[in-house]
């Protein structure tokens, strides 16, 4: 596994065509190995746009901090 830490904003598109915000947190067991959670929010978007909105508004976050897929 990559020692690179993940951004905790993932965006990505569903098959309707729709886009979903996933938030991961990313913690460290003892030996130093990243344990990674993900939740992926009930709220459907139009527009990435409008899903970086959400997450901004929400969850405090910061430009930088998502990754698409």
Do not use: C, W
Request: hydrophobic residues 35%; aromatic residues 10%.
């Amino acid at each position: 596994m990559s020692r690179e830490p993940l951004k905790p904003f993932l965006i990505s598109k569903d098959e309707e065509g729709s886009f979903r915000l996933t938030v991961r947190d990313t913690r460290f067991n003892s030996q130093g190995y990243p344990i990674v959670t993900a939740t992926l929010q009930d709220e459907v978007f139009k527009t990435a746009a409008a899903a970086r909105a959400h997450a901004r508004d929400n969850f405090s976050a910061e430009p930088g901090q998502y990754s698409t897929k």
